[in-house]
């Protein structure tokens, strides 16, 4: 099952050989002549959902020009339930929040966790239970096994996230038992954290779990996800702006399609766990 009823067009200039500039864009009317245009969104017709411009599988993913994925089917068909065609403005990971409540888009949604500093600048709904995970060498060479044996190895991170917070929070409290910390390199976006590992500038990356797993199968028989050290208890969000008219619209087209289970269905087609799928409910 697949929605690709999304008019993608560029128009953001994006660093990088492979990278895309999206921005809104119209695309064709919904099957309801009126209910799509009655909703608040920043343009009549259109759900426009800010993403980031380094996507991965199987997430989202740029595949010959057309923005693929679970996330991308997902809002599709959130887009199809409120007869709104969707489309997507891809920019840089730490300025995706900034984006959304500055009002540049209606929706976020591009693999960020639910946390409670991020519900209390938006309107936040939970979709799909993940965890962190390390992308390392491999046959764990460093025997990593628990969150002590972190203390004092190299870890890349992508700036602004959660992941990154998570890392130094782990180090804080070896180093308050008297251990030496994670030495952490941050970078703007995800393939210079896979990057900084394959050169051999640190012995680790963090990522979500269904990010690492892809990432370290890309690269091959050398590297490995390693999931075991952190609980897979954190969940990927959706987010409007705070006290977003549009915020009960959503609630209402993702709850309906968990329920008929839909968004499982998208799962199952993009080989992820649908026991993954979460109820959804407003976060603030």
Known sequence: MRFHSTRICTGIAIVGAAALGLTACGG??????????????????????????NAYEPMYWNEGGTLTGFDVDAIEAIGEHLGLDVSFSEMAFDGLLPALTSGRCDVLRSGL????????????????????ALIIPAGNPLGLESTEDLSGISIAVQAASANEQILRDISDELEAEGLPGIELSVYPE????IAALTNGRVDATMETDVAAGQAAATLGDDYEML???FPAETE???FMPRDSELTPHVLDATETLTGDGTFAEIAELYELDPQRIVEPELVR
Request: proline residues 9%; glycine residues 8%.
């Open 28 to 53: 064709t009317a919904p099957d309801d002549d009126t209910a799509g245009d009655a909703l608040p969104v920043n343009n009549a017709g259109s759900l426009t959902v800010c993403i980031s411009k």
């Open 113 to 132: 966790y639910v946390n409670e500093e991020r519900a209390s600048q938006t309107d936040a709904i939970p979709y799909l239970q993940t965890g962190p």
């Open 190 to 193: 995800l393939p210079e954290t």
């Open 227 to 229: 999931g075991t050290i």
């Open 236 to 238: 990927f969000g959706m």
